[in-house]
């Protein structure tokens, strides 16, 4: 029996070096806490001395198919460990099994080897009642941010954000996952995997969400106008459309996007509607992160440039690049990827490093300067010159000329 003064340890539960409950002593002892929040407490879901000690902030949260991922088993073992609750190892697991049982049961929870889908009418209704007991009042209507990215881990999710509660103070715990699967992000695994969860968001836009509760023993429901804003990057943008769409500010097409390489090439650049015939009323907020988008187009051309220069032309142009303040320090990095690949050969790939906005600004406002004086025609001609002045006319004029124009309102006030 482990006496009061005793504290129980890893050591006392773990006989398996691997086993789980080392790695979530390890998590407990470091304090990793930077989860995903899948949903709000299951207080009077989890075991009956569970319920007094869970926070009103506790959540359930999942990194795989294990619905009751780590970090809340953490707080189950901490609870054991902290009460010197004797416990063995199976008993735990069992509990765990139980948990994630209920939870797969409330969410309509469905997964396979390769994914795992959340129903995003169930989840939503989770995150009312969790806005219900914070800010003690029904929202008069939901507006959500959308988005969905590639993790280093090569998984993909889809996950939406509120944005009208108080939740949205803390959207890196608040971020509720719908949808993740292992593979690369491309249209074909976009569109299979998040086809559910776009078509529910869609249909939550047009017709609204019913939200059901009880007043004074009696059920009611209400229906919640839904917004939904569409915040992926452009490359997540192209991976949810068809073929037919390349950019949103331009006429630009998958036919014909090789034509704005082009020198006499014209566009007419008009910020378009985006309007796809499958998700008609999910995309009529779609957000572009325009800082996110420069970066994008300002580092992958500057790339793109730098396959076609030799090693001294490389060196001139980061002579002259370090001549200015914020771009000092700029020194090209070998291309990981390409490190073993081409150990044994003279020519190594050289690719720009991470830029900031005000360098990103720098580089587009000053590349006639930096090419034009540190190469000769041969390696930076007029068509470089042309599409630089492209894209420089593309970010400048129509990407962050909203934000100009809000600024420039806000100034005159002042």
Same mark, same amino acid.
């Given at each position: ?35 995903t ?12 001395e ?10 359930v ?5 294990r619905?009751m ?28 099994d139980?948990?994630?049982e ?7 929870m469905?997964h ?7 129903d ?11 806005? &219900? ?6 929202p ?16 993909v ?8 509660s108080?939740?949205s103070t ?22 299979? %995997? ?11 836009v ?6 059901t ?7 009611k ?6 917004? &939904? ?25 998958h036919?014909? %996007?090789n034509?704005i ?17 499958k ?19 300002v580092?992958n051309w500057l ?16 002579? &002259? ?18 490190k073993?690949q ?5 020519n ?12 990103a ?5 000053n ?6 004086e ?14 630089w ?26």
């Amino acid at each position: 029996m482990i006496t009061q003064n005793q504290k129980l340890t890893s050591d006392r539960l773990v006989t398996d070096s691997d086993s789980l409950y080392k790695r979530i002593d390890s998590y407990v002892s470091k304090g990793h806490t930077n989860y995903t929040r899948l949903a709000h407490h299951f207080q009077t879901l989890a075991s009956p001395e569970l319920q007094d000690n869970l926070s009103p902030e506790g959540a359930v949260y999942f990194t795989d198919t294990r619905l009751m991922s780590d970090h809340f088993f953490c707080e189950h073992y901490q609870y054991h460990a902290l009460n010197f609750i004797v416990c063995t190892k199976e008993k735990l697991k069992e509990q765990r099994d139980e948990m994630n049982e209920l939870v797969q049961q409330i969410f309509h929870m469905s997964h396979d080897n390769n994914s795992l889908h959340v129903d995003v009418s169930c989840l939503l209704h989770e995150v009312v009642d969790l806005i &219900v007991k914070l800010e003690g009042k029904i929202p008069e209507k939901l507006e959500l941010k959308s988005f969905w990215d590639g993790r280093s881990t090569n998984e993909v999710i889809h996950a939406f954000v509120i944005l009208n509660s108080i939740l949205s103070t803390q959207c890196r715990y608040n971020a509720f996952i719908t949808d993740m699967y292992k593979g690369q992000e491309i249209h074909k695994n976009v569109s299979k %995997y998040f086809d559910i969860s776009f078509s529910i968001l869609n249909d939550l836009v047009e017709h609204g969400f019913i939200y059901t509760f009880e007043e004074n023993g009696v059920k009611k429901s209400i229906t919640l106008p839904v917004t &939904v804003y569409i915040c992926a990057d452009l490359s997540a943008l192209w991976k949810l459309c068809d073929e037919t769409f390349v950019c949103p500010y331009c006429d630009c097409t998958h036919e014909n %996007y090789n034509t704005i390489f082009e020198y006499n090439h014209s566009l007419d650049f008009n910020c378009r509607n985006i309007i796809l015939e499958k998700y008609p009323k999910l995309m009529e907020h779609v957000v572009i992160d325009v800082l996110y988008a420069k970066l994008r187009i300002v580092g992958n051309w500057l790339a793109k440039l730098m396959l076609k220069l030799c090693p001294d032309e490389l060196e001139a142009v980061k002579d &002259v690049i370090r001549q200015f303040p914020s771009l000092s320090k700029f020194e090209f990095k070998e291309k990981p990827f390409y490190k073993q690949q081409l150990a044994m050969e003279a020519n190594k790939v050289y690719q720009p490093p991470y830029l900031n906005g005000k360098q990103a600004d720098t580089l587009l406002l000053n590349f006639e300067k930096i090419f034009l004086e540190a190469l000769n025609k041969s390696s930076f001609d007029s068509q470089d010159v042309a599409i630089w002045s492209m894209f420089r006319y593309i970010i400048y004029g129509y990407m962050e000329a909203l934000r100009n124009y809000l600024q420039s309102k806000i100034l005159r006030k002042i």
